[in-house]
Structures are given as structure tokens and as C-alpha cells.
């Protein structure tokens, strides 16, 4: 069933084009940063993470860019397939002892085919 | 290696019940998170624990508790259920800080509570 707000935010792409979201996070004295992809009925699984001290991070076809003059982030993904259709988390925290995270509100990504 | 395991996966329970949810974390993880979702406030963090210890707490009311054990496995209990409380309940498996290796966490699949 559907885990995740009906009313989010969506980013329609085509398939094998690339896709950019954004977040903009609350706190400036954040330091950690990540992006999760949930599919329905799933949790949130973990696709990349930027630390503070850092602009930009790249993974597997995505890319994580972090912007602290203005708290924001954003996810690349290249060459877009339809397995990357999901909502897409960021979340902020502080590496200093806790794992307590605080997520965005989540966009909703469909790969039109 | 096995990920996060959650049970039950589904729940329906009655306005006033209590209910125990239970959350296994990757093997040699010691830090477990407890997460919220529902479709109008997303996901809100509920409570972390680290070898045995809360560490941390969010913003909810006494009902809601928690325990991990000394196999890092965890549990949390809702009391006196209201139909406000249906959601989903993630769990999240770290290493724990201070391990230095990393600090991202990985969800379970989460519990799917429905109080009617």
C-alpha cells in the first residue's frame, strides 16, 4: 500500500533523460546530509550522503551537490530508468553522536517511458 | 547479509489497545532509530537507542516508549492507541558513532499500524 503523502511534490522525467531534485533543509548547523528512494510499501532505502565539508559527492549514476549559502541540496540522476520512479527523501543531521534525522517532505519521481 | 527486520509487517488494532513492535537491526549494528510516517506529517523521528540507552527523543507524547536490548534488538510500545497513531514505523540500523565507519543509517520495511 502506499506508505507516503498523496500529495507531494512530482517531477515527471523521461526515461533516459536526467533528473534533478531539490531540498532545501532547515539548519545551517547541519553537517551531515542524505538522500533516500522509497518505493511503495518499502522503507526508505539509502542512496548517497554529502558532509558538510564537501560541495558535491558522486555515486552511481547520481550525483549529490550541497549549497550551505542558501541550505540547499540537490540529487542528480543520470540517464533516468523506470526502477528510479519513488519518492525521494533528503534528510539533515549532525555526525556529533545521534542519528536522529530530519527529512524533507519528499518528491515524488515518474519516469515516463 | 541480512538488512533490517521489522514485525509484525501489519497491524490493525482497537482505540485505547497498546501495541509492541519489534525491530532487529543488521547484524553488528548497535544504534536503532525509531521513525514515524504518515501521509501528512512525512517521516518524524521518534526516539534512538545505543547499547541499551536512549540517546534521543522527538517530539511525542509519553505513549510512545521504547527499549533496545543487549543483542541490539528493539522494541517500541505505543499505549493507549488513538486513530491519529496509524502509520508506519520505520526502524533504522547504524553502526553507531564513534565506530568510524560511516554514519548512514538503513531502514527496515516497516510495521503498518491501523488503529480503529
Known amino acids: 500500500g502506499e506508505s507516503v503523502g498523496l500529495h507531494l511534490p512530482t517531477l515527471s522525467v523521461q526515461e533516459g533523460d536526467n533528473s534533478i531534485i531539490n531540498c532545501a533543509y532547515s539548519n545551517s548547523a547541519s553537517d551531515y546530509f542524505i538522500w533516500y528512494k522509497q518505493e511503495s510499501g518499502k522503507g526508505p532505502q539509502f542512496i548517497i550522503d554529502?558532509?558538510?565539508?564537501?560541495d558535491k559527492r558522486q555515486g552511481q549514476r547520481v550525483t549529490v551537490l550541497l549549497n550551505k549559502t542558501v541550505k540547499h541540496l540537490s540529487l542528480q540522476i543520470a540517464a533516468t530508468q523506470p526502477g528510479d520512479s519513488a519518492v525521494y527523501f533528503c534528510a539533515e543531521s549532525f555526525t556529533s553522536g545521534t542519528y536522529k534525522y530530519i527529512f524533507g517532505t519528499g518528491t515524488r519521481l515518474k519516469v515516463l517511458a | 547479509k541480512a538488512g533490517v527486520t521489522q514485525t509484525p509487517r501489519y497491524l490493525i488494532k482497537t482505540r485505547g489497545q497498546q501495541v509492541t513492535l519489534s525491530c532487529s537491526p543488521i547484524s553488528g549494528h548497535r544504534s536503532v532509530s525509531w521513525y514515524q510516517q504518515t501521509p501528512g506529517q512525512g517521516l518524524q523521528f521518534l526516539f534512538e537507542y545505543f547499547s541499551e540507552t536512549q540517546r534521543n527523543k522527538g517530539n511525542f507524547p509519553g505513549r510512545f516508549s521504547g527499549r533496545q536490548f543487549s543483542n541490539s534488538r528493539s522494541e517500541m510500545n505505543v499505549s493507549t492507541l488513538e486513530l491519529g497513531d496509524s502509520a508506519l514505523y520505520l526502524c533504522?540500523?547504524?553502526?553507531?558513532w564513534g565506530q568510524g565507519m560511516g554514519t548512514e543509517a538503513f531502514f527496515g520495511q516497516g510495521t503498518r499500524l491501523t488503529v480503529v
Open positions: 533504522a540500523s547504524s553502526l553507531g
Open positions: 554529502i558532509r558538510s565539508n564537501m
